[in-house]
């Protein structure tokens, strides 16, 4: 069995002053806090530090691996990497090229050792953002946005997800719960997270207008109206979409669609 915990850079002291140095550490951390990690994935919130000096992180476990997630990483990477190193790597690639995205801090894992390691278990821990999910600030403030406001901020939505597109990465669990909302000058910004399902090197139309069709069909009906959802995928291509629109929007009407027949739904 090999085991590795990895801190990001200038991170260790804060863990370490916490006891958590081992995977075990972590392991039992969350378990004296009466939140055991089960059998699948879970995530837990916790705080390190006391006081104002007090930080909010998360922590994510995995467990054995799916054939489909290790088939997944396989043609993702070309190697297998322990799910959490997955995330890890995701986090580290979007925050180089400008994408927010919550910030790694330390991740860990427990591999069998053979003809190819395999997990056991690992965990990556985040700090957790400052700014709101998408879904709660319009829950809470979508009504006090005049029609301005609410286009430009759907406006760099579709922008947003334009650079991450640009940079041959796609999210096919998109939705407007993994978006987080920040204020940029006089506009809007976005960080994302989710990030364990994320495709890297891929051009196609049919991720990318998936991509779209996720977010726009978890763009509820109590807060969206048609025209801004037509809005969003206009944004995103602007004037400078270097291949065909209406095969793009094609892709993701039929996507949203997919999921509407499916009865998925969304919660604010």
Not at 200 to 218: A, H, I, M, P, Y
Request: net charge negative.
């Amino acid at each position: 069995m090999k085991e590795v915990v990895v801190f990001g850079s200038g991170q260790e002291e804060i863990f370490r002053a916490a006891g958590l140095e081992k995977i075990g550490d972590f392991f039992e951390f969350c378990r004296d806090h009466k939140a055991k990690p089960g059998k699948s994935r879970t995530v837990i919130p916790f705080e390190l530090g006391e006081g104002d000096e007090a930080r909010r992180f998360f922590i994510k476990w995995f467990f054995r691996p799916t054939v489909k997630e290790i088939a997944f990483t396989w043609r993702n990477f070309g190697r297998l990497y322990s799910q959490a190193e997955v995330e890890w790597l995701n986090a580290q690639l979007l925050l180089s090229k400008g994408i927010d995205t919550y910030k790694p801090m330390c991740y860990g894992e427990q591999l069998y050792c053979g003809v190819a390691a395999i997990e056991k278990r690992s965990f990556i821990v985040t700090e957790t953002l400052a700014e709101p999910c998408l879904t709660e600030f319009v829950k809470n403030q979508w009504e006090t946005l005049g029609a301005e406001q609410k286009e430009k901020l759907i406006c760099c939505m579709g922008r947003f997800i334009r650079k991450i597109h640009d940079e041959k990465i796609s999210f096919p669990n998109l939705s407007a719960k993994h978006l987080f909302l920040k204020t940029k000058d006089e506009g809007y910004d976005f960080a994302i997270i989710d990030l364990h399902p994320m495709i890297r090197q891929t051009e196609k139309v049919q991720d990318r207008g998936g991509d779209l069709g996720n977010l726009d069909q978890s763009l509820v009906e109590k807060y969206f109206e048609k025209s801004q959802k037509e809005l969003l995928i206009e944004a995103y291509a602007g004037d400078d979409y270097p291949d065909d629109f209406d095969e793009l929007r094609d892709a993701a009407q039929k996507r949203s669609a997919t999921l509407t027949a499916r009865n998925k739904k969304h919660y604010y």
